[in-house]
Structure formats: structure tokens, C-alpha cells
């Protein structure tokens, strides 16, 4: 896989597709730690399990493990996109 160097929001995604996380939105910081204690750091890759955001959120898969996110936790990830050769 080659990794794109622009960076994407979680709702731009479609399911199925993997994104990397390269950080946190300042304006959501407050939400760094939730992000933290479900395992979503600097470096991992998630696939985005539903590309439907609704109102209460969406589920990714990370580590093999199904992790949902609120809209605000969502919000708050800066993803780089990876797109398959």
C-alpha cells in the first residue's frame, strides 16, 4: 500500500476504505484521551466499517477490534488516506 501524503476527515471515507492516524484537531483535544484508551494513536491504521455517519457516530475496525466513535471523537482524528497500488 502506498500512503497519500494530504490529509482526509473520517467522513470523507467510504467503507472499507483504511486511513492512518497522523494526529489530533486541536479544536477537539478534549477528546484525546477517549481516543487514547480505545487504541486509536499516532500510527495505526483503521478501516472504516460503515461510511453511513449518523447522528450517534461510527465504527471502525482496528486491530482486528470493532471500535465505535461518537461524532465529536471522530471529528477530532487527522487521517491520512492509503490507497492500494
Do not use: F, H, W
Not at 470523507?12 to 484537531?25: D, F, P, R
Not at 475496525?61 to 482524528?77: G, H, R, T
Amino acid at each position: 500500500m502506498k500512503v497519500m501524503k494530504s490529509q482526509i476527515n473520517i467522513r470523507e471515507l467510504a467503507a472499507g476504505s483504511q486511513a492512518t492516524i497522523v494526529g489530533y484537531k486541536t479544536a477537539y483535544r478534549g477528546y484525546m484521551g477517549k481516543l487514547l484508551s480505545k487504541g486509536l494513536i499516532v500510527g495505526k491504521t483503521l478501516t472504516v466499517m460503515n461510511s453511513n455517519v449518523s447522528e450517534d457516530g461510527i465504527e471502525v475496525m482496528l486491530d482486528e477490534q470493532l471500535v465505535y466513535l461518537s461524532k465529536p471523537e471522530a471529528d477530532a482524528l487527522d487521517l491520512t488516506l492509503q490507497e492500494k497500488d
